[in-house]
């Protein structure tokens, strides 16, 4: 049973930094890519970051750029989503997701094998 479990979710104040993690099991992890996601309340789904196979690529969305780094650590089957300097529009449920191809734009597209629960990150001005 495939299971993606998000964690470091919460309320921070604007210019704050948060550090997102998702534990992956049930699958061949380190064969995966890996993105996260946002969801907004009355917005659509939106692609965050994705990295790949041994981390080799990473991929980011432009209004993250410079401020949110993933990361992923495959002895542990975890990814990360480092964010920094974070903005009231950054609120969201973030939900980690996997795909086994290597290319990026998969979950650039918004399409992935597997998804996460989500965790809701707040931030206030």
């Known amino acids: 049973q495939v299971q993606l479990v998000e964690s470091g979710g919460g309320l921070v104040q604007a210019g704050g930094s948060l550090r997102l993690s998702c534990a992956a099991s049930g699958l061949r992890f380190s064969s995966c890519s890996v993105g996260w996601f946002r969801q907004a309340p009355g917005k659509e789904r939106e692609f965050v970051a994705a990295?790949?196979?041994?981390?080799?690529?990473?991929n980011d969305a432009d209004s993250v750029k410079g401020r949110f780094t993933i990361s992923r650590d495959d002895a542990k089957n975890m990814v990360y989503l480092q964010m920094n300097s974070l903005k009231p529009e950054d609120t969201a449920i973030y939900y980690c997701?996997?795909?086994?191809?290597?290319?990026?734009?998969?979950?650039?597209?918004?399409?992935?094998?597997?998804r996460g629960q989500g965790t809701q990150v707040t931030v206030s001005s």
């Open positions: 997701a996997t795909h086994n191809n290597y290319d990026l734009g998969f979950l650039k597209a918004g399409s992935y094998d597997y």
């Open positions: 990295i790949s196979w041994s981390g080799i690529r990473t």
